[in-house]
């Protein structure tokens, strides 16, 4: 378990945690309990909603204090009188494949690795330094970070589409004219905007660590014109390098071990699968 003293991460923290509380006490109190009194299904909003501020939270938690794939420093300093690469070039030009030193480090980093000027450490297979959950985004932890977005947009979602229903189907003593009434409205709106806002943020991010995966390159490789690093790999196995070699419905689930789900190895051993390109 690592925590990264970041001014500015420790800040976008504090703001993520308010804005989940917040969207959490505006559905149970000012939507549920208001509008949904006598509605069966009440209960399983309930249930529901805080089952994904839940996992949320895990997802979150986990990118945030999990290693990002360090890479770990060396015993005794580095000879820098004998720096040198190891290994091959692609052939291409591409530098991608060959171990590079980092004199910050003083250490051997190998192929894809990076160094972070906020962790102070070289990351294997860096994309970048997210102050949102204070940490790299790394060979480790992308799947984390990648659970997280999904579990905020889903609850934008979720949030919004109870907004418009409280909306649509207010309840019979809601009256907009008294304090309690306008409280609410007022409430709900600032939630509605706040889930469009964090909906489309979180969005775009997700759509850009899609493609980083599938693609097999960085943000900093992209942004190097790298090229991808396996173009012959085949896009479910790209997948599975971030979450695991576990069942894809398993995927977005932060608690569970991917690696040793026997189901999933049964899943694995199917000749679908077992042969890849």
């Given at each position: 378990m690592r925590f990264v003293k970041d001014p500015c991460g420790i800040i976008c923290l504090i703001i993520t945690y308010i804005m989940v509380i917040y969207a959490d006490y505006v559905v149970m109190r000012w939507i549920i309990l208001q509008t949904m009194q006598a509605n069966i299904w009440a209960p399983l909003h309930v249930v529901s909603f805080n089952t994904v501020v839940f996992l949320l939270a895990?997802?979150?938690l986990k990118a945030v204090l999990s290693d990002p794939g360090c890479v770990p420093l060396p015993?005794?300093?580095?000879?820098?009188?004998?720096?040198h690469t190891v290994g091959k070039s692609t052939g291409n030009g591409n530098s991608s494949n060959e171990w590079t030193v980092c004199t910050r480090c003083e250490t051997y980093r190998p192929p894809r690795a990076h160094h972070c000027r906020i962790c102070k450490r070289c990351i294997r297979r860096?994309?970048?330094?997210?102050?949102?959950?204070?940490?790299?985004?790394g060979e480790r932890n992308q799947k984390y970070f990648l659970q997280f977005l999904v579990y905020v947009g889903v609850l934008a979602i979720y949030s919004a589409a109870l907004v418009?229903?409280?909306f649509i189907y207010p309840c019979?003593?809601?009256?907009?004219?008294?304090?309690?009434?306008?409280t609410r409205l007022l409430h709900c709106v600032i939630l509605l905007i706040e889930s469009a806002l964090f909906g489309l943020f979180v969005l775009a991010i997700m759509v850009d660590q899609m493609h980083a995966i599938l693609y097999d390159e960085t943000a900093i490789e992209q942004a190097q014109q790298k090229g991808s690093h396996r173009p012959n790999r085949r896009k479910f196995y790209l997948l599975a390098d971030v979450f695991g070699r576990g069942h894809p419905a398993c995927w977005l689930l932060p608690c569970t071990n991917f690696n040793s789900s026997s189901s999933a190895l049964r899943y694995y051993d199917t000749p679908l699968l077992?042969?890849?390109v």
């Open positions: 895990m997802s979150h015993a005794n300093r580095l000879d820098f009188s004998d720096m860096m994309d970048h330094h997210c102050p949102w959950i204070n940490n790299c985004v418009v229903g409280s019979e003593g809601c009256n907009s004219e008294n304090i309690e009434g306008q077992s042969h890849e």
